[in-house]
Nanobody, 129 residues
Framework: QVQLDQAGGGLVQPGGSLRLSCSTF????????VAWFRQVPGKVREGISC????????FYTDSVKGRFNLSRDKGNKTIYLQMNSLKPEDPAVYYC??????????????????????WGQGTQVTVSS
């Protein structure tokens, strides 16, 4: 099963920063749009951000806009989610996801259901003083 490899996350104080990464050796992620989700136990998974295949489009949900930033390192074929000014409401398990047919941002915010063939294993982000 193809899986995306996530790294980063952990515990940070309110106002702090963390960086998550998403990569894979199983295909060239540079040719794929990538989405990020987060999920709190008992709540619906929330799509928070995505970056287009050509890096020309990024999307951020209102809850993270202005604080989170997505970037792509083509040399390392890695997507980075930089999370700044973390708030007490940000703790969750964060997942990256991709699919050959995924387009950002339409696939994340459009009315048509988007499926993702590839998922990261998830990484816990905790914000606490």
């Amino acid at each position: 099963q193809v899986q995306l490899d996530q790294a980063g996350g952990g515990l940070v104080q309110p106002g702090g920063s963390l960086r998550l990464s998403c990569s894979t050796f199983q295909f060239d992620l540079n040719y794929y749009a990538v989405a990020w989700f987060r999920q709190v136990p008992g709540k619906v998974r929330e799509g928070i951000s995505c970056i287009s295949r050509d890096d020309k489009s990024t999307f951020y949900t209102d809850s993270v806009k202005g604080r989170f930033n997505l970037s792509r390192d083509k040399g390392n074929k890695t997507i980075y989610l930089q999370m700044n000014s973390l708030k007490p409401e940000d703790p969750a398990v964060y997942y990256c996801a991709s699919d050959f047919f995924f387009r950002c941002p339409d696939g994340l915010i459009g009315s048509r259901e988007q499926t993702y063939d590839y998922w990261g294993q998830g990484t816990q982000v905790t914000v606490s003083s």
